[in-house]
């Protein structure tokens, strides 16, 4: 295995998927873990082991799941532990508004950390994804930054962050706010970031008040210098990027909400994030990144689950469309004044 152009660190779940207090689906493969490499992987079709999947599973994870994902040719090690279960959990849909999600865990989670990782992984990899609360991600970040200036490495570590929803609240701002001070990127969707400054549930979507918060976090410094950038990502609302340098730049969504393609938005946000990775690796431009992660979210909404992939490749399909002439087309759409 050579180095890793990106890592996620996180869970892979397995999910049963209700409606209504009914079950519609077992077993779906889940997980921050699982959607963020995907988005990753969809921009890397002809260097997948350049991706790494760190799984730990459980003892009756799925051996047909770990055989789905190997078509995927990333670097995927699998981590069996004999003496506990998969993660799992589920997911309850709102009948009548499936916006309206609660999830609920049925067993302790099996998550990853740079401690599962080669020591080629963590010097050598170029991108990190977080999924966890910001105590754990500085711990993370420390450690890693560590390990990588002893073998003379500093400074080159491009980190994205994205909290937990269940941690933010206006208790747990502050600790937000010094953690993303150390990362390159921070991520909570429009919900979580409305979560830090109310515990009411806003019913209205405000572009304006998105911006008024995300500020919150640019002034007190995202990234080293405050050079980062925050990202909120806002499902059928599109999403925001917004740095020092650049202002608040919208992007619209790239299939809207009233479109028969929406299947299912679970995993999209951590989807567009490991699409942003590419995008920001490739470009290092936050707004290309971004119109990247919008394109990997667009994949991760049209099934339960995640999407079929065929050919290899510069051939390379996922659910019948190259990702590529997706971005492209996303692209030329925002040129020619879509919004």
Known sequence: MGD?????????????????????????LGGSVTFATLGARLFSPTDPSSIR????????????????LRRWKTSLVVEWIEDLPAARGVLQYDEHDASRTTY????????STHHNLTLSDVVGASCFHFFDTPETVKEEIDSISDIRARHGLSGDLIAIWEPQAKSCSPRTLSPHLETAKIVDVFSPNHVELESFFSYAKRSSFDESRVEAQASHFLESGVG????GCIVVRAAEHGC??????????????????ESPKVVDATGAGNAFLGGFAMGLLES????????????????????????????HGEDELWNGESVMERLNSYSHALRNGRS
């Open 4 to 28: 890793a152009r990106f890592v996620s660190l996180g869970g892979v779940w397995l999910d049963d998927i209700q409606i209504g207090g009914q079950t519609v689906h077992r077993q779906v």
């Open 53 to 68: 999947f760190v799984i730990r599973a459980g003892n009756d994870f799925p051996s047909e799941t770990i055989w789905k």
């Open 104 to 111: 609920h865990r049925l067993t302790s989670p099996l998550l």
């Open 224 to 227: 080293w210098e405050g050079a």
């Open 240 to 257: 925001l990027v917004m740095s020092r340098k650049i202002g608040a730049v919208w992007l619209p969504a790239v299939i809207p909400a």
């Open 284 to 311: 290092g431009d936050f707004v290309v990144a971004a119109k990247y992660g919008q394109v990997a979210a667009s994949f991760a909404i049209e099934q339960v689950g995640v999407p079929e992939v065929t050919g």
